[in-house]
C-alpha cells in the first residue's frame, strides 16, 4: 500500500497524461482525455470523439455535438474489452467528471477509484458511482 503522499503524486501524474491525451480529441467544444491504471500500468487510454471510419468532425453545423461522438470513458473501456486486460479494481483518470450514462459503464466494468479534474455540468454520474462504492477523487490542482 502507498502512502497518501505518493498515492497523490501519481494521481497528479496520471491526470497530467490524460490532460495530453485529451488535446488529441478533433473535438472542438470540449477535449477529454482518459487513463486506465491497474497495478501502475497503464492498460487502455481514450479521448472524446468520433467512431473508427467516421469523419472526426464531432459538432453539427450548430455548434452541438453529434449524437454518435464517444465520450474519453467509454473509448477507454471499449479499447479493454479488445484486450486481454480487465478494469476490475484499476483506476480511471479522466480530465472532466462522467456524465450519467458512461458513470454505469464505469461501475459495471469494474473500476475501485475514479480520479477526476473538472466537474460536468450534471453531477448525477459522479453521485452514482460514490453510492455504488467506487472511490472518487478531485483534483484541480495538478502542480507539486
Known amino acids: 500500500m502507498s502512502t497518501p503522499n505518493k498515492q497523490l503524486k501519481y494521481d ?5 497524461m490524460a490532460t495530453e491525451w485529451a488535446k488529441l ?4 467544444r470540449k477535449k477529454v482525455g482518459a487513463l486506465v491504471v491497474k497495478d501502475r500500468m497503464i492498460i487502455s487510454d481514450g479521448y472524446n470523439g468520433t467512431p473508427t471510419g467516421f469523419d472526426n468532425c464531432c459538432e453539427n453545423e450548430n455548434g452541438d455535438t453529434q449524437w454518435f461522438v464517444l465520450h474519453a470513458e467509454a473509448n477507454a473501456i471499449l479499447k479493454l474489452a ?5 478494469a476490475s479494481g484499476a483506476t ?5 467528471s462522467p456524465c450519467r450514462e458512461c458513470s454505469k459503464l464505469i461501475h ?3 473500476f475501485k477509484r475514479l480520479v477526476y ?7 448525477a454520474g459522479v453521485d452514482f458511482l460514490k ?14
Do not use: F, P, W
Not at 480529441?25 to 472542438?28: A, K, L, R, V
Not at 479488445?82 to 480487465?86: D, E, T
Not at 479534474?117 to 453531477?123: C, H, L, Q
Not at 453510492?131 to 507539486?144: F, I, K, R
Open 92 to 96: 480511471l483518470y479522466i480530465t472532466l
Open 108 to 110: 459495471q466494468a469494474g
Open 25 to 28: 480529441s478533433h473535438c472542438e
Open 12 to 16: 497528479k501524474a496520471y491526470l497530467k
Open 82 to 86: 479488445r484486450s486481454n486486460n480487465s
Open 131 to 144: 453510492s455504488a462504492g467506487v472511490e472518487v477523487v478531485q483534483l484541480t490542482e495538478l502542480e507539486h
Open 117 to 123: 479534474i473538472n466537474d460536468y455540468k450534471d453531477t
